[in-house]
């Protein structure tokens, strides 16, 4: 049986269980992790704790609705049992009414769902096996994106890989705040947190490259999950552009980590040049399905 359980009554030790059991399990769905992304999640609940599924939500004027949260990719079901069509089928069936519009990031493991009440969206994600030799990545590593490694190994670069969040933050803010104007700063500072609770637990790692004049170029935080490491946010500058500052940086992370039992979740995007250069590392697609779900009243819903 699934049920609706309301944010103060989930079993914390129970729901991250499933997380870290589950073939399909993510970081994003840790219960601090919710806590700090959307801090009044409630979730579904399969029996004791054997499958689970958060459910952010908020309200706009009457309605209450179920939304992706910044900073979470994939959320949907995590499982320790056998999930299948049907069961998938029962967790949206046990979407309380209430919420009018459901819109949510599922999981790659979620590849047999479907719904015809559901208007589902593939959407890419880059993964690199890294538990391989180096040369043996190199390899794979397209001419364009070998050809910018090498470009940025003349740009006096150099890399550190334990810096602030608010020196990441403030750089994207200050280079490409414009073009995320929807984000407030509440939204950031909800970054900022994510990112020291993360590093608190021992499973994050900010990292800045630096130019001759040891100013900050570009930055990624990275965030760890079991044999997962996650590309969770980034920052460039003019500067770390020309010099192919990204390139370094993911390089020498490449360099760092291969050999070893992970994979290097760059995340996906639906803008074709990140796809680009996340495919230029040699990385394979593992799409993951956007869902939504208008149950709006007729005369609102043509509108959303």
Partial sequence: MIEFVAHEEIDTVKWDRVITRSDNGRIYGYSWYLDTVSPDWDGLVLNDYEAIMPIPSRAKGPFEYIYPPFWTQQLGVYSTVEMNAALYREF????????????????????????????????????????????A????????????????????LSRMTDVDPESLIYTFRNHRGAEFSHFTDDDYNRLKH??????????????????????????????YFHNRVVFLFSCNTPTGMDKRAMFYLLDEFIIEHSSHPLHLDFEGSVDPNLARFYGGFGAENYPYPKLVWNRLPWYIRWIK
């Fill in 194 to 223: 994510l990112m020291y609770v993360t590093m608190h637990r021992g499973l994050g790692s900010a990292q800045a490259v630096y130019d001759e004049t040891n100013t900050l170029v570009a930055g990624a935080f990275f965030a």
């Fill in 137 to 156: 990545i190199y390899e794979n590593y397209n001419k364009n994106t070998r050809r910018n490694i090498k470009k940025s190994k003349e740009g006096k």
């Fill in 92 to 135: 949206l069936n046990a979407i309380p009414k209430r919420f009018r519009f459901v819109e949510m990031y599922g999981n790659a493991g979620m590849k047999n769902f479907s719904d015809e009440r559901v208007r589902v969206e593939w959407r890419d994600n880059f993964e690199l096996d890294l538990n391989q030799s180096y040369e």
